[in-house]
């Protein structure tokens, strides 16, 4: 089975895929001091969980935009599962023409996004990952990345306005009923998450404008159900689409993993 994983700020998501069929996923917070042998132990206890063990992979693919865990993952890779990692960044294959002006200033995440959302439901297409930031990539009709717009997510906006006022707190990330808050914490909150919907409409409509008028527009990650089920530009979620976009990318690159 292919192990696929994502390494992003705040988690890490990983699949395990038999052919195209998806047999497991987990999600857990990412820890950017970590050994070897510390995921290892972790990885085992996951695959424990649904069943399984190290045994059954017989290849592994990997995003990551947390540089400083890359040398602990390959390494874990290596020793525990006895495979080369196929590490998605300059020099492997994806399939996807990018148009950005320095192709490698792409996060692997977002070009796995684009694979994926191209290939399950053709261009010209948006996808919007809900992240510890959150990306908004165009993909043309012929499949090409064109680029897109990165803006801060929704935990690190609560952060920062928490952080930097002195009578604001903490409060849980929903939408209130109202855009008009009667208090604070609804207050806070329809800026938070009103907020955000806002924010999509408004690039959605900006984007898809200059990709031609028409898109399909697809929302992932982590936070994608907060926002996904309030407004009517996104015409799907999609929470694993990182992860299939990596099974894609594995496929274009097996033999020079040593598969």
Known sequence: MLLAVDVGNT????????GERLVADWRVTSHRERTADEMAVELRQLFSLRGFELDVVSGVVISSVVPNLNPALIE????????????????????????YENPKDVGADRIANALAAYTKYGG???????????TYDAINAEGDYLGGAIAPGVEISLDALVSNTAMLRRVEAVAPDSVIGRNTVTSIQS??????????EGMVERIVAELGGTAKVIATGGQAGLVAGLTHVIQATDPLLTLEGLRLIYLQNADGAGH
């Open 191 to 200: 800026g938070l998450v009103w907020g955000f919907v806002a924010q999509v």
């Open 11 to 18: 988690n890490v998501t990983l699949a395990l895929f038999e």
């Open 124 to 134: 010209p297409v948006v996808v919007i990952d809900f992240g510890t930031a959150v």
């Open 76 to 99: 874990a890779s290596r020793r525990y599962l006895k495979h080369e990692p196929v590490m998605v960044g300059p020099g492997v294959k994806t399939g996807v023409r990018i148009r």
